[in-house]
């Protein structure tokens, strides 16, 4: 059974938004691809909708992934489901929708880990209804043991911790947004579980750091080889990457 917090292979291979790199990103398409690709797990963004759904897209707006104009909050369930968030990738895809939460439970049955990044809300105003409607849905499912809560927002990853401390979080550290605050001080101010890096913070001696804490490190995103070996170098616990097929290969080559 996969556990973040005790996992049977180390790193752990989070497929980011899925198998994003032959599917189309947040897609079941793109979810069901990083099972067959052998992730351990899978990575995934979600925003609410309208009416109130975690839905599971990466951007606020909608322009990017689908011919829809606007906030995807300002869109209700049944009207996101008749665009297509996959032509914009390939014809092939065109019948992929974005997938709601429970959507996504349904598809992988358990059979991978799941890592829920809760994105932030600018006006702050369903930012809770959002991070309980998530947490709800975890628990309906008894999740919990399979699921990890990520943001890059202390505030959300606090918010987890304190309303359901069975859940796993990762504080998604971004050199800009937390500058002037150590990672590692900032991950254990919050009592978050797993501190998360991008490539141009990562350092052996925080990852030291953290670990001498009880924190386990994630990286994202992880795709070129020099990275996959230097995070497995630095002893990384959980690489997020793109393309977890190559990633699964190059890990066995070092
Ligand atoms: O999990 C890390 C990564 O997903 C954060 O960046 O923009 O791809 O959501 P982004
Ligand atoms: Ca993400």
Known sequence: MF???APTRKPIIVAHRGSSITAPENTLAAFRQAVLDEADAIELDVHLSKDGQAVVTHDGMLHRTT???GRVSEWSVAELKELSAGAWFGKKFTSETIPTLPEVFDAMRGRVG??????????????????????????RYSASRF???SSFSRAVV?????????????LLYHPVRHVGTSPVDL?????????????????????????????????YTV???????????????AIITDDPSTVRKRIAYC
């Open 158 to 170: 606090k918010h987890v911790k304190i309303t359901r401390p069975q859940i796993v979080t990762g």
């Open 187 to 219: 991950a254990r101010s919050i009592g978050t579980d797993y501190l998360i890096l991008n490539g141009t913070t990562i350092r052996k001696r925080i990852i030291r750091r953290a670990h001498e804490e009880g924190i386990l490190v994630g990286e």
């Open 223 to 237: 795709n070129a080889r020099w990275r996959v070996a230097r995070a497995i170098r630095f002893e990384v616990d």
């Open 147 to 149: 699921v990890l809560i």
């Open 3 to 5: 556990s973040w917090i």
């Open 114 to 139: 799941i890592n829920i990044e809760i994105k932030t809300d600018p006006h702050h105003r369903r930012q809770s209804e959002l991070i309980d409607r998530c947490c709800d849905i975890v628990e």
């Open 67 to 69: 011919r829809g104009r």
